[in-house]
Each structure stands twice: as structure tokens, then as C-alpha cells.
T-cell receptor
Framework: GAVVSQHPSRVICKSGTSVKIECRSL??????MFWYRQFPKQSLMLMAT?????????EQGVEKDKFLINHASLTLSTLTVTSAHPEDSSFYIC????????????FGPGTRLTVT | RKEVEQDPGPFNVPEGATVAFNCTYS??????FFWYRQDCRKEPKLLMS???SGNEDGRFTAQLNRASQYISLLIRDSKLSDSATYLC?????????????FGKGTHLIIQP
């Protein structure tokens, strides 16, 4: 159990375009989903916390108008990188948390975004 | 001070050896603690949660010292497949599902 899928796994796009990434919990309902970003040789950094039916909470320094998050159901969250630039190239990973302590999070396989 | 600190390694150990990793965290109000492993260019996978009383899962033993804000992971009888980066991870202080704070990870290489 506790499988999280993410799509696409890899995307290359041109500067100025938008990219949508989907995150799904396949066999459980996730009370909360999270979006992380990982640059090479760096640790994962939390970008935003997403609860179904409410606005996402963004970490300091993350632009909410650039990284649009929609959490349509207890099993689906989407991240849209708008007007992508080369510096947005990174490994984007979502996670989904079960609704009980210790709120272990299960990660999707990640999306490697390259902006040219 | 970094929120979660780990020795980056790499730790090169022979197969069958016992290896220990340590981690310290800065937020004394943190509620939940985990060890994840991450293989190269892959997502982190939960290895185990860490409980105050310490806990064991097969060859893996985790310990938590809240007073010292210190977490450890012990791997016994290491296998080649244990080669990975081990991430010390701390949950927030608000209770409930909070975003995780990751250490940079300790790179482990098991040698045949």
C-alpha cells in the first residue's frame, strides 16, 4: 500500500511555457499533499503544502503565482509551473500524507523538469 | 545553524559490517522523525519512523534522544543493496501533517 504516482516523469520545455505536473495517491486518501523541489546535490526543499478544497500554503521564497497548486480531490494534486525559466529546472517531487500520526509521507517518483 | 544536520559521508564499508549514522535537528518542538533512503535520481522512500523509545525493523535500528535533539540509525549485517543516501527527516512542530524538513543525507557505499 501507500503508492503515489506522478506524471510526467520527465519534461523538457521552452522558456516562457507552462508545465503541469500531476500527483496521485493510488491506494489511500491523502489528507494533505506536499510539493518539494530538489536541485543537484541538495536536499529536498518543501515548496508548498496542499489540503483538499483549500488554498495551498507556500513556503517563504516560493512564488504562489508562479507555482500554481490545485488540490481537486483527496487523491489528486497538481502543480503548474507558469512561465518557466531555466532556473526552474529541477527535480519536483510530491508526497502524500496519511491522516494519522506519525503522518508518514509517501513520495511520488518525481518529475525532472528541464527548461531550455 | 541548519535545521537538520547530517554527516554527508561518503561512508565506505565492507559488506556484512555494521554502520551507524547520526543526525541532529534544531527545532526542539519537532514532533515526528523519520529515516528515508534515496537512490540516485529517485524519490525518497520511507525506511522507518523513529519513536522515542527506539525501534527496530530487521537489520535497522533507530534511536531518538529528544533532550540532545539527536537521531541515529544503525544498520547491521550490511548488504550491497543498502548502498544509498540516507536522509534524516523531521516533521513540523504543529502536529498533524506538516511538510518535512530533510537533512542533506549521508551517502553509504557497501563494498563487496
Amino acid at each position: 500500500g501507500a503508492v503515489v504516482s506522478q506524471h510526467p516523469s520527465r519534461v523538457i520545455c521552452k522558456s516562457g511555457t507552462s508545465v503541469k505536473i500531476e500527483c496521485r495517491s493510488l491506494d489511500f486518501q491523502a489528507t494533505t499533499m506536499f510539493w518539494y523541489r530538489q536541485f543537484p546535490k541538495q536536499s529536498l526543499m518543501l515548496m508548498a503544502t496542499s489540503n483538499e478544497g483549500s488554498k495551498a500554503t507556500y513556503e517563504q521564497g516560493v512564488e504562489k503565482d508562479k507555482f500554481l497548486i490545485n488540490h481537486a480531490s483527496l487523491t489528486l494534486s497538481t502543480l503548474t509551473v507558469t512561465s518557466a525559466h531555466p532556473e526552474d529546472s529541477s527535480f519536483y517531487i510530491c508526497s502524500a500524507a496519511r491522516g494519522r500520526s506519525p503522518y508518514e509521507q509517501y513520495f511520488g517518483p518525481g518529475t525532472r523538469l528541464t527548461v531550455t | 545553524r541548519k535545521e537538520v544536520e547530517q554527516d554527508p559521508g561518503p561512508f565506505n564499508v565492507p559488506e556484512g559490517a555494521t554502520v551507524a549514522f547520526n543526525c541532529t535537528y534544531s527545532n526542539s518542538a519537532s514532533q515526528s522523525f523519520f529515516w528515508y533512503r534515496q537512490d540516485c535520481r529517485k524519490e525518497p522512500k520511507l525506511l522507518m519512523s523513529v519513536y522515542s523509545s527506539g525501534n527496530e525493523d530487521g537489520r535497522f535500528t533507530a534511536q531518538l534522544n529528544r533532550a540532545s535533539q539527536y537521531i541515529s540509525l544503525l544498520i547491521r549485517d550490511s548488504k550491497l543493496s543498502d548502498s544509498a543516501t540516507y536522509l534524516c527527516v523531521v516533521n513540523g512542530s504543529g502536529g498533524g501533517a506538516d511538510g518535512l524538513t530533510f537533512g542533506k543525507g549521508t551517502h553509504l557505499i557497501i563494498q563487496p
